[in-house]
């Protein structure tokens, strides 16, 4: 299984390409969505890595797949400038995937 990235930004493409991780820049929704949705019928993809930024901006779409979708995992990474939220990052993850408040 190969991990795939979906990026917004330039960096965060290049470090992973250096890690020998595949991906793609985007920024519109719509280019969002197709790649997300290719990825997941890529059967050799296992693990879809996608930025905060792009999180934000299709999340019903990622909750769907984390919800249904029994063969792609779909991990959330900071872009270099770290997390935008300043909230606990580990109990809103465990609060958004399985809706247990901590």
Same mark, same amino acid.
């Given at each position: 299984?190969?991990?795939? =990235?979906?990026?917004?930004?330039?960096?965060?493409?290049?470090?992973?390409? =250096?890690?020998? #991780?595949?991906?793609?820049?985007?920024? %519109?929704?719509? +280019? *969002?969505?197709? +790649?997300? $949705? =290719?990825?997941?019928?890529?059967?050799? *993809?296992? #693990?879809?890595? *996608?930025? +905060?930024? #792009?999180? %934000?901006?299709?999340?019903?779409?990622?909750? %769907?797949?984390?919800?249904? +979708? $029994?063969?792609? =995992?779909?991990?959330?990474?900071?872009?270099? /400038?770290? /997390?935008?939220?300043?909230?606990?990052? #580990?109990?809103? /993850?465990?609060?958004?995937?399985?809706?247990?408040?901590?």
């Amino acid at each position: 299984m190969k991990s795939f =990235l979906i990026s917004d930004n330039r960096d965060t493409f290049l470090a992973m390409r =250096l890690a020998g #991780i595949d991906g793609v820049i985007v920024n %519109e929704k719509d +280019e *969002i969505l197709k +790649e997300l $949705n =290719l990825a997941i019928k890529n059967e050799n *993809i296992g #693990i879809i890595i *996608i930025t +905060e930024k #792009i999180q %934000e901006k299709v999340m019903d779409k990622v909750m %769907e797949i984390r919800i249904e +979708e $029994n063969n792609h =995992l779909i991990v959330t990474i900071p872009d270099r /400038y770290g /997390y935008s939220s300043k909230e606990n990052f #580990i109990s809103k /993850y465990i609060n958004e995937s399985i809706g247990i408040k901590i």
